[in-house]
């Protein structure tokens, strides 16, 4: 049997850390105030009967807000990437730093001081992608992190697709559109979603 099935890949909405420019990866932080207003305010606007979200609160406030009566499911593999000792600094602050230089000259091979390489990251998008698609059976929101979508991008869409430069804001991020056939995912549309911004539909 044959069926579509869309899926929005979103980010969560802005921090004072993001504010801040600083690396979050793991770091707990909440919302702005401002965005919590804003993001409920969109309530509803994209639908999803179930949301897969990470369990960091910035990610859970966001699809709490978004998706008020969706099934929740909190999965620890859906944060994004751990920046280990650069964890709450910023670019100005670490660009003395050979390792930093290091690890943003070759990020497919080098790891952030402390932190996870990019193998156990794909690692763990791929397993938690395969819970989603073996247990949804509906259509669903995936509220996570930039890089966790950027990354899913490059493992799953094709080169043209996962090349092209996403837009990818706080609070936004792409819609997917799959065709499913015998337990296979087949992207057949994909489109950038802008749920912060009036004209979102």
Not at 34 to 63: K, N, P
Not at 100 to 115: K, V
Request: hydrophobic fraction near 35%.
């Amino acid at each position: 049997m044959v069926h579509e099935r869309t899926v929005y890949f979103l980010r969560h909405g802005m921090t004072e850390s993001n504010q801040k420019k600083q690396y979050c990866g793991w770091l707990d932080t909440p919302l702005l105030h401002s965005q919590r207003q804003l993001l409920s305010e969109r309530a509803g606007c994209l639908c999803a009967e179930e949301v897969w979200t990470s369990d960091l609160q910035r990610a859970v406030q966001t699809a709490a807000l978004l998706f008020p009566h969706a099934v929740m499911n909190i999965h620890k593999d859906l944060r994004e990437l751990y920046f280990g000792h650069f964890e709450g600094k910023t670019y100005e602050e670490l660009k003395s730093s050979p390792a930093y230089r290091r690890w943003i000259e070759d990020f497919e091979h080098q790891t952030p001081l402390g932190g996870e390489s990019l193998a156990a990251f794909r690692q763990r998008i791929h397993a938690s992608w395969t819970e989603m698609t073996t247990k949804s059976r509906s259509n669903m929101a995936v509220v996570t992190h930039s890089g966790w979508i950027r990354e899913w991008c490059r493992m799953y869409l094709s080169k043209r697709e996962a090349d092209r430069r996403w837009h990818i804001p706080y609070g936004g991020g792409l819609a997917i559109t799959f065709r499913i056939e015998g337990g296979e995912w087949k992207c057949i549309s994909l489109q950038e979603v802008h749920v912060t911004e009036k004209n979102s539909g």
